[in-house]
């Protein structure tokens, strides 16, 4: 079964298709920033939203970007921005919004709200080696010392219910699952939810930058930075460390301890938090997967996942998740937070693999 066709969002003008946003309206939008442009501007990567390198009369460029319409409010996105602001004070390497001539951060074109960030460069690290993975943990000490601050801030919840289990109601609601294959998919999910809330159930949360995956940190003369905020939630410290050290072998292991050995120079780890790194890894895989659904009718989502939807393709992502669903209770059952009921783990159960679960490179 494929994914619909039709706008999921229930939307009738399809605005989110950035449909308005043609180069020139690209321009018009900087040059609202008080900024003198260029005739010069091309598409960054990014599938969520729509951002671009724009150059400026002096021959230097800024990084327009285009929220996704109606994916977060405007205070919600202004909450992103004041996060980046603090993080910035605190010298923290980031990249945050331009004010506009009226002193804010957000402005709105076409229906769209966007924000003018200056381009910094440098590349993503291939990998981290023993060094960067103390710095980063330095890095992502500093990050969350300053994100405790205000837990209350008004971002979305790293939680059950509205990353993984309303995305699954969905996918059951909309038919999006082939139906010999929704029951499966649904216990799997629905047991790594129930794990996931057990594990968590006294966990403290803070400002998160939330997608920490490599792509989302640039390397330049030795020094780091961290980009892309749009997915900044409040949850659990663990969710920085396990998307930037995905792995489970041995090596990720080392590596871990690296980041965690930088990152307890500034700010204290709970290392029982390390108890969710494998359910925040099947909350991601369902997210994910609901995630490529609702964006299927944007013509960018079929050009780069086109086997995405198809019987087989869902075939692999129920058996993918019920071996996720099987490593979750591994290590529940290894931390004392199997419930009451659950089975005892069979001998020889073999050794966990390293997969690679982490799929969006977001610019």
């Not at 059951?172 to 294959?181: F, Q, S, Y």
Request: aromatic residues 8%; proline residues 7%.
């Amino acid at each position: 079964m494929t994914p619909p066709t039709a706008d999921p969002t229930g939307l009738t003008d399809l605005t989110d298709l950035f449909l308005a946003l043609t180069p020139e309206r690209v321009l018009d939008a900087v040059e609202a920033a008080g900024l003198e442009v260029r005739p010069l501007c091309y598409p960054l990567n990014s599938f969520e939203n729509r951002v671009y390198e724009v150059e400026l009369a002096d021959r230097t460029r800024v990084v327009a970007k285009f929220y996704r319409p109606r994916r977060w409010t405007a205070a919600q996105i202004l909450e992103e921005h004041r996060f980046l602001a603090e993080l910035d004070a605190e010298e923290i390497p980031v990249c945050p919004a331009r004010p506009f001539p009226n002193g804010e951060t957000l402005a709105t074109i076409e229906g769209i709200h966007y924000a003018i960030f200056d381009r910094k460069g440098g590349r993503a690290p291939d990998e981290l080696t023993r060094e960067t993975a103390v710095r980063l943990g330095m890095l992502v000490g500093r990050l969350h010392g300053v994100g405790a601050r205000r837990p209350e801030a008004d971002r979305p919840r790293l939680a059950s219910e509205e990353y993984a289990r309303a995305e699954l109601a969905w996918l059951l609601a909309e038919g999006i699952l082939p139906a010999r294959l929704e029951r499966r998919y649904a216990a799997a999910a629905t047991a790594i939810c129930d794990a996931h809330d057990r594990a968590a159930r006294d966990v403290a949360r803070l400002r998160l930058h939330g997608d920490l995956h490599l792509g989302n940190v640039l390397e330049r003369d030795g020094q780091l930075r961290l980009l892309d905020f749009d997915d900044c939630r409040i949850g659990p410290a663990v969710q920085d460390y396990w998307l930037a050290l995905p792995g489970r072998d041995d090596a990720a292991r080392a590596l871990g301890e690296r980041f965690l050995e930088g990152y307890e120079q500034f700010r204290a780890f709970d290392r029982a938090e390390l108890a969710l790194v494998e359910p925040l890894r099947g909350l991601r895989m369902i997210h994910y997967a609901a995630w490529l659904a609702r964006r299927w009718h944007d013509p960018i989502f079929p050009r780069h996942w086109p086997h995405f939807g198809s019987e087989e393709a869902w075939e692999r992502e129920t058996i993918d998740l019920e071996e996720q669903a099987e490593a979750v209770a591994r290590g529940a059952r290894a931390a004392g937070l199997a419930p009451p009921d659950a089975a005892p783990a069979a001998e020889g159960e073999p050794e966990l693999t390293n997969k690679d679960y982490f799929w969006d490179w977001e610019g």
